[in-house]
T-cell receptor
Framework: AQRVTQPEKLLSVFKGAPVELKCNYSYSGSPELFWYVQYSRQRLQLLLRHISRESIKGFTADLNKGETSFHLKKPFAQEEDSAMYYCALRAGTALIFGKGTTLSVSS | GAGVSQSPSNKVTEKGKDVELRCDPISGHTALYWYRQSLGQGLEFLIYFQGNSAPDKSGLPSDRFSAERTGGSVSTLTIQRTQQEDSAVYLC???????????????FGEGSRLTVL
């Protein structure tokens, strides 16, 4: 069965510290993975997708098929990174989301 | 409009009443999704439309939930005989489709917050 697991509900870090938001998936096919972000009082929006191999707002994520992971990383967190982050897996026509991790960056 | 529009933004209803939630996707987007966002449960997939047909209804939690889409545009999610556990934010998203593969990016509305008393 397809599943996305984000083990941390809340991750609190200080400004300037490295950040890693964990995501593991279960899918029998070839996975297509995404990170979505929801800032306070804003709509849920795409942050990045593994196909693009891009860095957005300093965030990167590498697909590790051996570990079935797609962790989101940023070397130096900023206060404006505070938000809810969702990992998502395309399974057929549906996009399956994890339960989300709230990232809190304090000064 | 410029983005996905949902109405009402807030709905308070009594247990047992029916509610209708509306989604107006981005013009030209053929794919439309409904999700439910509950505290502690993340985003729960409900149903997917491609044009007016719904090839994937696997996420609808019970037969009290139904959805339709007309004219390849506006969609309505209906919840009959609402229960307290239906209280959540209902999110709609739309996506364009290029060739035979979806671009993957979903554009979300602001959601309809449903409270069942």
């Amino acid at each position: 069965a397809q599943r996305v697991t984000q083990p941390e509900k809340l991750l609190s870090v200080f400004k300037g510290a490295p950040v890693e938001l964990k995501c593991n998936y279960s899918y029998s096919g070839s996975p297509e993975l995404f990170w979505y972000v929801q800032y306070s009082r804003q709509r849920l929006q795409l942050l990045l997708r593994h196909i693009s191999r891009e860095s957005i707002k300093g965030f990167t994520a590498d697909l590790n098929k051996g570990e079935t992971s797609f962790h989101l990383k940023k070397p130096f967190a900023q206060e404006e990174d505070s938000a809810m982050y969702y990992c998502a897996l395309r399974a057929g026509t549906a996009l399956i989301f994890g339960k989300g991790t709230t990232l809190s960056v304090s000064s | 409009g410029a983005g996905v529009s949902q109405s009402p933004s807030n709905k308070v209803t009594e247990k047992g009443k029916d509610v209708e939630l509306r989604c107006d996707p981005i013009s030209g987007h053929t794919a439309l999704y409904w999700y439910r966002q509950s505290l502690g449960q993340g985003l729960e997939f409900l149903i997917y439309f491609q044009g007016n047909s719904a090839p994937d209804k696997s996420g609808l939690p019970s037969d009290r939930f139904s959805a339709e889409r007309t004219g390849g545009s506006v969609s309505t999610l209906t919840i009959q005989r609402t229960q307290q556990e239906d209280s959540a934010v209902y999110l709609c998203a739309s996506s364009s489709r290029t060739g035979t593969s979806n671009t993957g990016e979903l554009f979300f509305g602001e959601g309809s917050r449903l409270t069942v008393l």
